[in-house]
């Protein structure tokens, strides 16, 4: 870790960390070196004598040790759900079927017989700790002789099931079950319903199913549905991103939207159908180990709205029924750093950092005419330092043959950035800074021709106003205290934050109106569970206008945060929103 806490009460961590222990009964009984054992626990205990640069670079040369050699056989220890209450422990792993050998071995990018990749290695260790069902994973080599390896896969089961909550504003929230590792396939089932918080009766339900790698291609298959007495949304799709320098990605997806959205010019409610085809391809030939990937990706989108606004040449483009043809090309690196404390509260995380050089073109068949697309997306991260820095910049344009002006232009930048981890006493602390600012030109006349502050994107604490411009620049600041506060696997995480908002049409952002919250609160998340982070968080706004109201209180489940990735993905617009 770039530095982590210390160890607070060695019989709570012990009991923690099973997985470990197993680790090591498994290096008495195989012999494995202590070289290797070192390079898998730094960072499983809470030291502060390892940067993150330096957890990168142990890994790397470890797998590079045996570059070249041929795997004679891959061995595969799972282990069970970390439970330490004894009255839990029998019903939970009687009611969790553990994760199946052959699944993870699906998850594998290499088999026996193979070559060894140092840095197919690190990639598929970092990939079996992203799937959801599993709460950590390594990857170790045990030489047999001088041309040959064994490579060791140890695997940690998440506790699957997971009923939870989330809100989903105007007035709605979801609640629901799930189980994300199905009799031990990593496929995901998850059933709900919607309810109104003012009268708590059924107004609708959402179901999904997701079917993980199939037939080890690594494509996903998922399958959702969503319906509530105004809204509804159905969609298929098959989706594979890139993984390794050389590889194949793509995907397709089919979708049916009915929805009712307020038209703020004239302030009325519209009901909006849409129906979208979409599907995409693409490709990386890797240039160096050192440079990355050259990569090309084509996409193809058909969208047709039966139920919407009026529409003209230059009014309501956005509701157009259009056909869209883009390519994308350009190259890209990326690889990661290992730490903790960072998104998560003790889990191994992966923070990518590279770059990414991308150059997007295109045509649109729409009905009032057709229009060439152009845009470039660049992004860069790194550590710095005193911490760990992500940035993006993109810009992209339509042009329109007959006018022979270009239309919807849209400038984006962000940035964030995090502190290495702070040591005091028994806690731990990182700052938290992100920025993000977006400008449109030449816009047109209709919805989604302006810019403005949602739930996503306003201020915490503030809500529901009426405000609009073509220029938005959001900041935030979140200092966060890892506490060493324990229970039953349950860590605390304590917050405070500042956020700030401009929103209008100067081209001076900073002479917009501007939006201010200010607040303290606490994360509660067990790793070894699929739960979501429970947030308790109470905001004050300190500047907003007069027709926004406030929300100082708010409970509610918070996705699991991650760094921008720097892989490329189907090629796309620049989204102005």
Not at 60 to 79: D, E, M, N
Not at 199 to 218: D, H
Not at 299 to 309: G, L, N
Not at 394 to 410: D, I, P
């Amino acid at each position: 870790m770039d530095s982590a806490l210390k160890q607070v009460d060695s019989t709570k961590y012990n009991d923690s960390n099973l997985f470990y222990d197993d680790l090591l009964n498994t290096k008495k009984k195989s012999e494995l070196s202590s070289i290797i054992l070192k390079s898998i626990f730094v960072g499983s205990k809470w030291k502060d004598t390892h940067s993150t640069d330096f957890q990168l670079v142990e890994q790397t040369q470890y797998y590079k040790k045996f570059q070249g050699k041929k795997i004679r056989k891959i061995l595969i220890f799972r282990s069970n759900i970390v439970i330490h209450n004894d009255s839990l422990k029998n019903p939970i792993e009687k009611w969790h079927v553990m994760t199946r050998q052959y699944v993870i071995r699906q998850n594998l990018f290499f088999k026996e017989g193979q070559t060894l990749k140092a840095d197919e290695m690190v990639k598929n260790q970092r990939y079996l700790r992203s799937l959801r069902f599993l709460s950590d994973a390594y990857i170790i080599l045990q030489p047999v002789d001088k041309e040959q390896v064994d490579v060791v896969v140890y695997t940690l089961d998440n506790f699957s099931f997971a009923p939870g909550f989330s809100a989903l504003g105007g007035g709605k929230f979801y609640t629901f079950a799930g189980e994300s590792n199905m009799l031990g396939t990593g496929n995901k089932f998850e059933l709900g319903t919607i309810l109104n918080i003012e009268s708590p009766v059924y107004r609708g339900f959402k179901t999904e199913y997701l079917y993980q790698n199939i037939a080890s291609s690594f494509f996903d298959l998922d399958l959702f549905a969503y319906k509530d007495l105004s809204d509804a949304n159905y969609h298929i799709s098959s989706h594979k991103p890139f993984i390794l320098p050389i590889d194949i990605a793509g995907g397709a997806t089919f979708e049916v939207r009915r929805y009712s959205e307020t038209q703020l010019i004239g302030d009325t409610t519209v009901e909006i159908g849409a129906n979208r085809f979409e599907v995409w391809a693409g490709k990386s030939l890797e240039i160096s180990q050192n440079s990355g990937s050259y990569f090309l990706t084509s996409s193809w989108a058909d969208t047709r709205f039966p139920i919407r606004y009026d529409v003209s040449r230059t009014f309501n483009r956005n509701y157009q029924n259009s056909q869209r043809l883009l390519f994308s090309t350009g190259i890209y690196h990326e690889n990661f750093y290992r730490g903790t404390l960072i998104y998560g509260f003790g889990r191994t995380e992966d923070i990518p950092y590279g770059y990414k050089i991308e150059a997007v073109g295109g045509h649109a068949w729409e009905e009032f005419g057709n229009r060439w697309y152009v845009g470039t997306k660049l992004q860069a991260a790194n550590m710095t330092h005193y911490g760990f820095a992500n940035a993006k910049i993109e810009l992209g344009s339509y042009f329109n043959r007959e006018s022979k002006q270009y239309e919807q232009t849209v400038l984006s930048m962000e940035n964030s950035y995090f502190t290495k981890l702070i040591p005091a006493g028994n806690w731990g602390f990182r700052c938290f800074f992100s920025g993000k600012y977006m400008r449109g030109f030449n816009r047109l006349d209709g919805e989604g021709e302006t810019l403005y502050l949602n739930s996503s994107t306003a201020p915490r604490s503030i809500r529901e106003y009426q405000l609009s411009g073509l220029n938005k620049l959001l900041l935030s600041t979140e200092t966060v205290g890892f506490s060493p506060l324990y229970v039953y696997n349950f860590r605390f995480a304590f917050y405070g934050f500042a956020d700030w908002a401009w929103l209008g049409n100067y081209s001076n952002v900073f002479k917009n109106d501007q939006f201010t919250s200010v607040g303290l609160g606490v994360r509660i998340k067990n790793e070894r569970l699929i739960f979501q982070t429970i947030q308790l968080r109470i905001g004050f706004a300190v500047k907003n206008p007069t027709n926004a109201s406030t929300n100082w209180l708010d409970v509610s489940e918070e996705a699991r945060m991650r760094s921008d990735r720097l892989i490329p993905g189907k090629a796309d617009v620049v989204e102005y929103r």
